[in-house]
């Protein structure tokens, strides 16, 4: 597989770039970020986020937890009680962040989890044991599902169990298996999924809206349109060309560029933490929810966190007006219609061309901003067909330009 660092980008795909790198910065500080990417086959998303693997940090846990404990908030059935100084006798290591993918033939059992059949069978010493599947050993982690609007019609069960690991964040996963206590435990884990609008089943919007909601952001896959990236992604795909990265890899064992995404993962990690979000903003968001009577408060939710994230690894000091709307269309792309995304990106673009938007700050004790707000908000546009002759004229002088 080519590594992440060397996945030719162009202007179809950046936006996926950025989201997967966010989401494994959010993953690191313990806030899960769900990303599907949208798109024909062939255009790439699964190896991007496949490739990403090669990107992805170091956790710490206590020593061979299979739930991936954080030493400083155990939270599995085997660590949960213990003591500070019972959790140092174990011991604690380093593994690299957990990245786990959900087929289509998984079972319940293999996802969410089942009792341990070698433990059971074991001649010596037999034991009804649990034994945690997919979902709770990505704890911490991230975990992959590939044409998500397939699994989502054919696998109502595990989608139910997709719906509370992403219900909340952290989200939970209840496990239950016969002879054994039921078993409840947190899990903080980024679903990513990608998938083809275009085949059947269709979109995920249009399967299982639930589902499609629980993810704070949607991008889709364009193809790409420049001869030269074309021609650089042959290059790299060719047999020659792999067999060379091959023997590279061997000999180095490492890629230079995959490290230095992980280093700056990390020093993202620790800046973000501390970011926050201007309150000029966090109403200016509000303001968008009202307006435009949005149904999910994810969707705010998810905008200010990818903000945040946003400006984070674009190594801003503070999230911007321009951070906030970058995020729009990705937030809510799958959860409101075409007009109102369009309309929605249309009054961002004319409030800032008109009288800046930024101005919002500055209008919450000011009785006349307010009723030129509301004024401007309730405005709409009238075809040219609709104006009379003066008026014609009158607004071809307004928009003339003086004479100096």
């Known amino acids: 597989m080519i590594p992440f660092s060397k996945l030719e980008r162009y202007e179809g795909n950046e936006a996926l770039f950025d989201l997967v790198t966010m989401s494994i910065v959010s993953s690191l500080v313990g806030e899960p970020l769900h990303i599907h990417a949208e798109g024909l086959r062939g255009t790439g998303k699964t190896t991007i986020m496949r490739a990403a693997k090669g990107i992805l940090p170091n956790i710490t846990r206590i020593k061979n937890c299979v739930y991936n404990c954080d030493p400083e908030h155990p939270h599995c059935p085997h660590h949960r009680n213990l003591s500070s100084e019972e959790i140092a006798a174990l011991g604690v290591e380093e593994v690299t962040m957990p990245f786990l993918e959900i087929s289509h033939s998984a079972k319940i059992g293999t996802v969410a989890g089942s009792i341990d059949l070698a433990r059971l069978t074991d001649s010596a010493h037999p034991e009804a044991q649990l034994l945690p599947g997919i979902i709770p050993q990505a704890h911490r982690g991230i975990i992959f599902i590939d044409e998500i609007n397939r699994l989502a019609d054919t696998s109502p069960e595990i989608t139910d169990i997709l719906l509370d690991v992403m219900g909340n964040k952290p989200g939970h996963l209840q496990i239950e298996e016969a002879g054994l206590p039921v078993v409840d435990v947190e899990v903080s884990v980024s679903v990513w999924a990608a998938s083809n609008p275009d085949e059947d089943p269709g979109p995920l919007e249009e399967i299982r809206r639930q589902l499609s909601d629980r993810f704070d952001m949607v991008c889709y896959m364009g193809r790409p349109t420049s001869v030269d990236v074309l021609s650089q992604m042959l290059k790299e795909n060719s047999h020659s060309q792999k067999i060379k990265k091959n023997k590279e890899s061997a000999q180095l064992n490492s890629n ?90 249309n009054d961002v673009e004319v409030r800032g061309s008109r009288d800046g938007i930024l101005n919002f700050k500055n209008k919450k004790n000011n009785p006349e901003k307010k009723k030129e707000d509301t004024e401007y908000f309730n405005t709409a546009g009238r075809p040219l067909k609709d104006l009379n002759r003066n008026e014609l004229i009158n607004t071809e002088k307004t928009l003339a330009p003086k004479e100096g």
């Open 256 to 345: 230079a560029k995959d490290d230095l995404y992980r280093q700056n993962i990390i020093k993202w990690a620790q800046k973000y933490e501390k970011a926050d979000l201007p309150d000029f903003l966090r109403n200016y968001i509000a303001r968008l929810y009202v307006k435009h009577n949005l149904e999910s408060i994810r969707a705010i939710e998810a905008m200010q966190q990818g903000a945040v994230l946003y400006s984070t690894i674009k190594n801003r000091d503070q999230a911007m007006i321009s951070d906030v709307t970058h995020m729009i269309p990705q937030v809510l792309k799958h959860r409101v219609d075409g007009d109102t995304l369009i309309k929605m990106i």
